[in-house]
């Protein structure tokens, strides 16, 4: 892969199980692929979503990887407008990763 958008809600103020456990899972098989790639996160919360997206950002430090733009935090229902930014997020990431920027 080019770069990683990385999603998950917020599930006591940290990342899914999902998501970590797919951290755990990959981190050995995945390091010489993975290091040092481009990074995006979004976060669906019921409450202020930086638990998830710190705990995020510490994996990603051991990873290695390059986070290229600020975390999407959706606090509550998630509207368009949410996923739109979303969207948008994606849209930097990929752009960034053709271009050659990341």
Request: glycine share 12%; hydrophobic share 40%; charged share 25%.
């Amino acid at each position: 892969s080019d770069g990683l958008a990385i999603g998950t809600p917020e599930n006591f103020g940290y990342m899914s199980g999902a998501v970590k456990d797919f951290f755990d899972r990959t981190y050995l098989l995945a390091q010489d692929k993975v290091f040092r790639k481009p990074y995006v996160v979004f976060v669906s919360a019921g409450n202020d979503g930086t638990g998830a997206v710190n705990s995020i950002e510490r994996i990603a430090l051991g990873y290695k990887f390059k986070k290229v733009y600020e975390p999407v935090i959706c606090r509550g229902a998630v509207t368009e407008d949410a996923l739109e930014e979303c969207r948008e997020l994606g849209k930097v990431l990929a752009g960034g990763c053709e271009a050659g920027i990341y």
